[in-house]
């Protein structure tokens, strides 16, 4: 049973609009959510992250949304630039019962910024 | 460079071998976790540790057994593994406080 989905696995989006990537989930406990960018031979890395209790987190060109209601939330690029060309991840997470995150990752969404 | 080091990157071995993966951090993390990624599936969590106790284990079969020495290192010991479990194997660090996590690069595990 997939907790977090990433129907998309791959997109491409030209050089200047906007990349929207969307993630869905079902385990409603989830408090935390984050979106990881992931280039090929290296390890993923954080991108921005937003809490249950937020519907918007802002951080430059990276914006996210999260529906609580609709258990969703997307990822918006703009501009997209061909750096961003990668595959990103979602991932939610509750609090675990020792304090630390347990993170449920996606499957994840490959980028294509054309140029 | 995150902070989170991983020794090997690759790393092909036999299904009678013994091999570790080490994994490092230097961040002054608390927690600290093995994940596996294989094509196209989601990463999966494999073990966590909190202060160098191990606080979950994910149904992870026994082939692979983990160590936490100290909230600095995480190893993953290997021993008879099958084709399948090739993948990359991940090893990632947060403060519990902060809600996410570093990873390292990866050790590309292949088995023969």
């Known amino acids: 049973d997939q907790q977090v989905k990433q129907n998309s696995p791959s997109l491409s989006v030209q050089e200047g609009r906007i990349s929207i990537l969307n993630c869905d989930y079902t385990?409603?406990?989830?408090?935390?959510f984050l979106w990881y960018k992931k280039y090929p031979a290296e390890g993923p890395t954080f991108l921005i992250s937003?809490?249950?209790?937020?519907d918007k987190n802002e951080d430059g060109r990276f914006t996210v949304f999260l529906n609580k209601s609709a258990k969703h939330l997307s990822l918006h690029i703009v501009p997209s630039q061909p750096g961003d060309s990668a595959v990103y991840f979602c991932?939610?997470?509750?609090?675990?019962?020792?304090?630390?995150?347990?993170?449920?990752f996606g499957t994840g969404t490959r980028l294509k910024v054309l140029a | 460079e995150t902070g989170v080091t991983q020794t090997p990157r690759h790393l092909v071995m036999g299904m009678t071998n013994k091999k570790s993966l080490k994994c490092e951090q230097h961040?002054?993390?608390?927690?600290m976790y093995w994940y596996k990624q294989s094509a196209k599936k989601p990463l999966e969590l494999m073990f966590v540790?909190?202060?160098?106790?191990?606080?979950e284990n994910n149904s992870v079969p026994s082939r692979f057994s983990p160590e936490c020495p100290n909230s600095s290192h995480l190893f993953l010991h290997l021993h008879t593994l099958q084709p399948e479990d090739s993948a990359l194997y991940l090893c990632?660090?947060?403060?519990?406080?902060?809600?996410?996590?570093?990873f390292g690069q990866g050790t590309r595990l292949t088995v023969v």
């Open positions: 990632a660090s947060s403060q519990e406080r902060d809600g996410w996590a570093f």
């Open positions: 385990n409603s406990m989830f408090d935390y």
């Open positions: 937003i809490s249950s209790i937020k």
């Open positions: 991932a939610a997470s509750a609090t675990g019962t020792s304090g630390t995150y347990k993170y449920i």
């Open positions: 961040l002054g993390h608390n927690a």
């Open positions: 540790y909190n202060f160098k106790e191990q606080t």
